[in-house]
C-alpha cells in the first residue's frame, strides 16, 4: 500500500458525517463536515463541548469510521481499506496526542515512546537511541527513566507528543494537547507543535477550547452541533461593540437564533426591550 501521494492535502474530509446509537436517541457528532488540511499547516479547530471535536479527530485519525463520507490521509481513501490497512497507515503517517495522555503506566517515558519507535520498523537499539533523543529535544533528557506517575502535567504532555512523534508522521493530531497545563505550559506545548510542523514541514491539526493558544494557529474553524464552519465576527445588539463569536463573554439563543453579548447588562436590556415588545420565548444562555 502506497501511504503517500506528493502534493496531495494532509488530511481530506468530504460530507463526513458520524451518527452515534439509532432511532429517537441516535447522536448526530458530525454532521456533514468537509475539510482539507495542507501539509504543513497548523489548524486550530474550537467549538462548545460536545460540539464533535473528538469524535472528528478520532475520525481523521482513523481511529473510527464514519457512518458516512469519505476521508484521506495524504491522498490515501480510508473507505477502500481494511482494519488493518488503516492500523498500518497510522502506524507510518499519523501522530496521535490524547487528551489524556494514554501513556502506559508501567513504562518510563524512554520505554513509553521506544514502543512506538520499535512498531513502526526499528531494532530496539536504535529505538532506545531515537527515543533518548526525542525526549531531550523535548527537554526531557532528566526524565528518561521516570514512570509518569512521578512527572508532572506538563511533563507527561511532552512524552506523549515525543511519542506522537516517534514514528516521525506526516500528520499530527492533538485532542485538547493544553487542557491539563496551565496557561505558560499550553501556549509552550503550541508553540513547540507549531515549530515542529513549520520546521520538520509536518501538519497539525489541534482540536481545544482554549482560546488562548489561537494566535499559534494558521487557520481557526469552529465546530458546533457537529458542523463545521469559519468564525464570524459579531456585533452586541444593545452597545454595538463587534466581538468575535467564540469570544463573546455573553450569549443567548432564542427562537433559535443566537445573540451575543459583551456582558450581562447588555444581556438584560436586550431581554428588558424585547419583553417590551412581545411575549419572549423561554431563552436559554451561556
Ligand atoms: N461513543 C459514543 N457513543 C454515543 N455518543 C457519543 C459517543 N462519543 C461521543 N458521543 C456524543 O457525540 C457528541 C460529540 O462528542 P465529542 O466527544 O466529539 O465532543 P467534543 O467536542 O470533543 O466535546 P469536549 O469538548 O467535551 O471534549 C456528544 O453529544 C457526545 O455525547
Ligand atoms: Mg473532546
Redesign the pocket.
Known sequence: MDTKTIGSPALSLQEVTKV??QGPSA?R?VDAVDLEVSQGEVLLIQ?P????????LTMAGGLLRPTQGDISITGVKLNGLSDKQVSHLRLMTIGFIFQSFNLLAALTAQENVEVVVRLAGAGKKEARRTAAELLASLGLARRLNHRPVNLSGGEKQRVSIARALANNPALILAD?PTANLDSARGREVMALLRGIAKEQGRTVLC?S?DHRIRDIADRVLW?EDGRLRQLQAVKDPVCGMSLDESLAPVRLVLDRETYYFCGVVCRAAFLERRNAHEPAGVPSSS
Open positions: 452515534f446509537g447522536v457528532a467549538g463541548s460536545g460540539g464533535g471535536k473528538t469524535t472528528l485538547e482540536v477550547h465546530l
